[in-house]
């Protein structure tokens, strides 16, 4: 079962143009060889980094949405520790939308706060009335 992921990674800096899409391409083909899909790809260019890795001080950021089998990414990771012109890199799961009747809008969580109300749903699925900054509040004021 394939799973949504994306992986955000650091070429190095002194990589023209043509060097660093052989780079993009090179992960590309990487997540193609383990049988996963590519989605899209945004190159975000380069960036002074937060402290120096590796004696560098810049990178060239990109940003890539796959989807990969989850027994797979441990082999991308080892394969990318080892690259010489991605040096830095992070794979997260992206999370899962759950879907419920065509055309419904997705599903909150019981007790999730609203982030435009301020309110939480209840599990009977009708909206807390009163907002959670309220109920902070009340909590602070009892101690």
Same mark, same amino acid.
């Given at each position: 079962?394939?799973?949504? $992921?994306?992986?955000? $990674? ?40 937060? $402290? ?5 001080? !810049?990178?060239? $950021? ?44 997705? !599903? ?21 009335? !009163? ?7 009340? !909590?602070?004021?009892?101690?």
């Amino acid at each position: 079962m394939l799973r949504d $992921y994306e992986i955000l $990674y650091i070429v190095r800096p002194e990589l023209d143009d043509e060097q660093l899409q052989q780079a993009v391409a090179s992960v590309d083909k990487l997540i193609d060889n383990l049988g996963g899909a590519k989605q899209k790809t945004d190159v975000w260019g380069r960036r002074r980094l937060a $402290y120096e890795v590796k004696h560098l001080r !810049e990178g060239q $950021y990109v940003l890539t949405d796959f989807q990969l089998e989850p027994v797979r990414v441990p082999e991308m990771e080892a394969t990318l520790k080892i690259s010489d012109t991605v040096f830095r890199h992070l794979i997260v799961r992206k999370p899962e939308i759950r879907r419920g009747r065509k055309g419904a809008k997705r !599903e909150a969580l019981p007790g999730a706060a609203d982030a435009a109300t301020g309110s939480t749903v209840e599990p009977d699925g009708e909206p807390d009335p !009163e907002p959670v900054v309220a109920a902070a509040a009340e !909590e602070e004021d009892e101690e």
